[in-house]
C-alpha cells in the first residue's frame, strides 16, 4: 500500500518556466491537499478538493492551479514560475467524510517535493 | 478564520527527560479537532496526536499526551521519557469539525534532545 506519492521529489527550474506536480493516492480518499512549506511559516494551504472534479483556493493560492479529473490524482502547476515559489510542496488526502465525526479524519501526507526556482 | 500559534521557534531537552511544547489557537466555532504532527529530518509527516474539543478528557499516546484548555484555547503537547528519535519539527493542527475540510497549522516547533 503506497499511501500517498507524489513525484517529482526534486526539481530546480529556471525563472519563467512551468511545471506540474503529481500526487497519487490509492486509499480512495475524498478529499486532497496541496501545501507549501517555508521556514518560519509552516505548512500553508494552495489548493485543495472534496472530490473529483471539483477544486477549490486555500490560503495561498496565487500563481498556482489544480485538477482533480481522476480521484486518485490531484495535479499542481506552476504556469510561469517565480523564486517566491521556491519551497517544499506537500500533498495529502483524507479519507471520505462519515458521519459527524469525520473531521477527526487523519490527513495523510507524501513525502514532499523540493522545488527550486533560480 | 482560524489561526494556530506555536510561540516556541525551538526547544531543546535532556534525554529521558520531560518537555512540552505550547500551542494556542483562535476560533469561533466550539467543536473541532486538534492534532500534533511530527516532521523528522525525512521530511515526512506523522501524526503524533489528535484531540476532539468535544471531549474533556486529554488525548494520550503512550510517551505522547495533550493538555487541552478549551476556554483558554491551549493545547500543549507533553513528550515524557525524551528519546533521541523526538527530534524533529513538531506542528499543531487545527481542523473544523464541520463544513471546513481544511487543516490548518502553526508555525512549528523545532525540538532538539541532547544526549
Known amino acids: 500500500n503506497a499511501g500517498v506519492t507524489q513525484t517529482p521529489k526534486f526539481r530546480v527550474l529556471k525563472t519563467g518556466q512551468s511545471m506540474t506536480l503529481l500526487c497519487a493516492q490509492d486509499?480512495?480518499?475524498?478529499?486532497m491537499y496541496w501545501y507549501r512549506q517555508d521556514p518560519g511559516m509552516g505548512l500553508r494551504l494552495i489548493h485543495y478538493s472534496v472530490g473529483e472534479g471539483t477544486t477549490a483556493k486555500g490560503e495561498v493560492p496565487d500563481g498556482y492551479n489544480v485538477s482533480r479529473l481522476k480521484k486518485q490524482n490531484f495535479l499542481l502547476g506552476l504556469e510561469s514560475a517565480a523564486p517566491s515559489q521556491t519551497s517544499v510542496y506537500f500533498c495529502?488526502?483524507?479519507?471520505?467524510?462519515?458521519?459527524?465525526?469525520?473531521?477527526?479524519?487523519?490527513?495523510?501526507f507524501g513525502a514532499g517535493s523540493r522545488l527550486t526556482v533560480l | 478564520a482560524q489561526t494556530v500559534t506555536q510561540s516556541q521557534p525551538e526547544m531543546s531537552v535532556q534525554e529521558a527527560e520531560t518537555v512540552t511544547l505550547s500551542c494556542t489557537y483562535d476560533?469561533?466555532?466550539?467543536?473541532?479537532?486538534l492534532f500534533w504532527y511530527k516532521q523528522p529530518p525525512s521530511r515526512q509527516m506523522i501524526l503524533v496526536i489528535r484531540q476532539e474539543a468535544y471531549k474533556q478528557q486529554n488525548a494520550t499516546e503512550n510517551r505522547f499526551s495533550v493538555n487541552f484548555q478549551k476556554a483558554a484555547k491551549s493545547f500543549s503537547l507533553k513528550i515524557s521519557d525524551s528519546q533521541l528519535g523526538d527530534a524533529a519539527m513538531y506542528f499543531c493542527?487545527?481542523?473544523?469539525?464541520?463544513?471546513?475540510?481544511?487543516?490548518?497549522f502553526g508555525t512549528g516547533t523545532r525540538l532538539t534532545i541532547i544526549p
Open positions: 486509499m480512495n480518499h475524498e478529499y
Open positions: 493542527a487545527y481542523r473544523s469539525r464541520f463544513g471546513n475540510e481544511k487543516l490548518t
Open positions: 476560533t469561533s466555532e466550539s467543536d473541532y479537532y
Open positions: 495529502a488526502s483524507s479519507p471520505p467524510r462519515q458521519g459527524i465525526s469525520s473531521g477527526a479524519n487523519v490527513l495523510t
